[in-house]
Nanobody, 117 residues
Framework: VQLVESGGGLVQPGGTLKLSCATS????????MRWYRQAPGEGRVMVAT????????NYLDSVKGRFTISRHNAEKTVYLQMNELKPEDTAMYYC???????????WGQGTQVTVSS
Protein backbone atom coordinates (compact mmCIF):
# COMPACT_ATOMS: atom_id res chain seq x y z
CA VAL A 1 0.00 0.00 0.00
CA GLN A 2 1.27 3.43 -0.92
CA LEU A 3 -0.11 6.94 -0.54
CA VAL A 4 2.17 9.60 -1.98
CA GLU A 5 1.35 13.26 -1.42
CA SER A 6 2.69 16.06 -3.57
CA GLY A 7 2.02 19.69 -4.36
CA GLY A 8 3.08 21.34 -1.13
CA GLY A 9 5.42 24.30 -0.96
CA LEU A 10 5.90 27.89 0.09
CA VAL A 11 3.15 30.34 -0.88
CA GLN A 12 2.26 33.89 0.07
CA PRO A 13 -0.91 34.67 2.02
CA GLY A 14 -3.87 34.70 -0.34
CA GLY A 15 -2.20 32.25 -2.68
CA THR A 16 -3.28 28.85 -3.89
CA LEU A 17 -1.94 25.31 -3.87
CA LYS A 18 -3.33 22.01 -5.06
CA LEU A 19 -2.27 18.89 -3.20
CA SER A 20 -2.42 15.45 -4.77
CA CYS A 21 -2.33 12.02 -3.18
CA ALA A 22 -1.59 9.18 -5.56
CA THR A 23 -2.42 5.75 -4.20
CA SER A 24 -1.74 2.12 -4.97
CA UNK A 25 -2.07 -1.29 -3.37
CA UNK A 26 -5.70 -1.13 -2.35
CA UNK A 27 -9.11 -0.66 -3.99
CA UNK A 28 -9.22 3.11 -3.93
CA UNK A 29 -12.88 3.43 -4.89
CA UNK A 30 -13.92 1.52 -1.76
CA UNK A 31 -12.19 3.85 0.66
CA UNK A 32 -13.18 7.10 2.33
CA MET A 33 -10.40 9.57 1.71
CA ARG A 34 -9.31 12.36 4.02
CA TRP A 35 -6.76 15.11 4.30
CA TYR A 36 -5.30 15.89 7.71
CA ARG A 37 -2.80 18.49 8.78
CA GLN A 38 -0.42 18.86 11.67
CA ALA A 39 1.24 22.10 12.67
CA PRO A 40 4.42 22.09 14.80
CA GLY A 41 3.60 21.30 18.41
CA GLU A 42 -0.02 20.47 17.66
CA GLY A 43 -2.07 17.35 17.08
CA ARG A 44 -3.19 16.02 13.71
CA VAL A 45 -6.49 17.58 12.60
CA MET A 46 -8.90 16.39 9.92
CA VAL A 47 -9.19 19.06 7.22
CA ALA A 48 -11.47 17.46 4.65
CA THR A 49 -13.16 14.14 3.93
CA UNK A 50 -14.82 12.70 0.86
CA UNK A 51 -16.91 9.57 0.65
CA UNK A 52 -16.41 6.75 -1.82
CA UNK A 53 -18.76 8.26 -4.41
CA UNK A 54 -17.32 11.75 -4.21
CA UNK A 55 -20.71 13.30 -3.50
CA UNK A 56 -20.46 13.71 0.27
CA UNK A 57 -17.77 16.03 1.57
CA ASN A 58 -17.03 17.58 4.95
CA TYR A 59 -14.57 20.25 6.00
CA LEU A 60 -12.91 21.73 9.03
CA ASP A 61 -14.81 24.92 9.80
CA SER A 62 -11.77 27.14 9.32
CA VAL A 63 -11.25 25.97 5.72
CA LYS A 64 -14.87 25.93 4.51
CA GLY A 65 -15.28 28.01 1.38
CA ARG A 66 -11.52 28.03 0.73
CA PHE A 67 -10.56 24.35 0.36
CA THR A 68 -12.12 21.73 -1.92
CA ILE A 69 -11.52 18.00 -1.72
CA SER A 70 -12.08 15.85 -4.79
CA ARG A 71 -11.24 12.37 -6.01
CA HIS A 72 -10.66 10.61 -9.29
CA ASN A 73 -11.39 6.95 -8.72
CA ALA A 74 -10.03 5.80 -12.08
CA GLU A 75 -6.74 7.54 -11.34
CA LYS A 76 -6.77 6.42 -7.68
CA THR A 77 -5.97 9.96 -6.63
CA VAL A 78 -7.45 12.42 -4.15
CA TYR A 79 -6.89 16.15 -4.36
CA LEU A 80 -7.10 19.16 -2.08
CA GLN A 81 -7.50 22.52 -3.78
CA MET A 82 -6.50 25.23 -1.34
CA ASN A 83 -7.39 28.85 -2.09
CA GLU A 84 -7.02 32.06 -0.09
CA LEU A 85 -4.30 30.49 2.00
CA LYS A 86 -3.54 31.97 5.40
CA PRO A 87 -0.45 31.71 7.62
CA GLU A 88 -2.48 29.53 10.00
CA ASP A 89 -2.82 26.94 7.22
CA THR A 90 0.90 26.24 7.57
CA ALA A 91 1.31 22.57 8.43
CA MET A 92 2.31 19.16 7.19
CA TYR A 93 -0.60 17.78 5.17
CA TYR A 94 -1.32 14.07 5.16
CA CYS A 95 -3.52 11.88 3.03
CA UNK A 96 -5.49 9.10 4.72
CA UNK A 97 -7.57 6.19 3.42
CA UNK A 98 -10.14 4.42 5.57
CA UNK A 99 -12.39 1.52 4.72
CA UNK A 100 -15.96 2.25 5.89
CA UNK A 101 -16.68 0.71 9.27
CA UNK A 102 -13.05 0.25 10.22
CA UNK A 103 -11.15 2.44 12.68
CA UNK A 104 -7.74 2.09 11.11
CA UNK A 105 -6.46 3.02 7.69
CA UNK A 106 -3.49 3.99 5.58
CA TRP A 107 -1.36 7.15 5.81
CA GLY A 108 0.87 8.97 3.40
CA GLN A 109 4.21 10.50 4.37
CA GLY A 110 2.96 14.07 4.18
CA THR A 111 3.71 17.20 2.20
CA GLN A 112 4.69 20.52 3.78
CA VAL A 113 2.61 23.63 3.17
CA THR A 114 4.06 26.94 4.34
CA VAL A 115 2.11 30.18 4.00
CA SER A 116 4.32 33.18 4.61
CA SER A 117 5.22 36.53 3.12
Amino acid sequence: VQLVESGGGLVQPGGTLKLSCATSGFIFSNYIMRWYRQAPGEGRVMVATIDTTGYRRNYLDSVKGRFTISRHNAEKTVYLQMNELKPEDTAMYYCHARYPGLDTGYWGQGTQVTVSS
